[in-house]
């Protein structure tokens, strides 16, 4: 376990306040901030409610305690605490790796604060040099989409729940482990190409969606970061 992940998790769980609704991430590092909100709620008497971004943290936060809502019930969120599998300088990020980037990009559009929990390993120069592009697709579309992502450059790898069987999101859909062998330069203009391609559900790219992003070290330290 990344003791790096702990730090920033907890620490940004201390940023919710009472009334507050609060969109909840998905991922190893989110699962620290699911676990000091806890805390706060049973000892402290916090009242929140969570809107989870996937079936995983729902079930998560329900185990914990942590009270929950949904989209039915509030049209904006006061903050949003969500992971990363990669950040840049600039908090653009790639998502995805958990499978969750369409109900995460959804509850980061209508958030009016975003902050994002990493340990140090997760910020990069660029973006994609190493991580996989996650893309999610709608299962007709499949060959459409694979043809236009290699046209791009991309090397298309379909994601697996085991062999033979492609991975389903939460919402249905399966999703494409796209690499760029040179990264993204241009994250923003990547997105909006990828957006234009019909069959493509969501990417992974997370341009001008962050607005702080918690860095924590082994030796305890959060490092806080905002958007230019």
Known sequence: MSQGKRTAGRAAADLVDTGMRVGLGTGSTVFFTL?????????????????????DTERKATAMGIPLT?????D??????????EIDARL??????????????????????????????KVVERLCRKFLLPV????????????????????????????GRAYVTDNGNEIF????????ADAARMEAR?????GIVETGLFCGL??????GHDDGRVERRRRA
């Open 177 to 184: 482990d796209v690499a760029f062998p040179d990264g993204i």
């Open 210 to 215: 962050a607005h702080e992003l918690f860095i």
């Open 136 to 163: 999610e697709v709608v299962p007709f579309a499949r060959p459409v989409v694979r043809r236009a992502l290699e046209q791009l450059g991309g090397r298309v790898v379909l994601r697996l729940a085991e062999p």
């Open 194 to 198: 990828l957006d234009a391609i019909p």
């Open 76 to 85: 904006s969120l006061d903050l949003t605490i969500d992971g990363a599998d």
């Open 35 to 55: 676990e000091r909100l806890a805390e706060r709620v049973q000892g402290e008497g916090l009242r929140m409610v969570g809107v989870p971004t996937s079936v």
């Open 92 to 121: 653009d990020m790639v998502k995805g790796g958990g499978g969750a980037l369409l109900r995460e990009k959804v509850i980061a559009s209508i958030s009016r604060r975003e902050v994002i929990v990493v340990d140090a390993a």
């Open 70 to 74: 949904t989209l039915d019930q509030v």
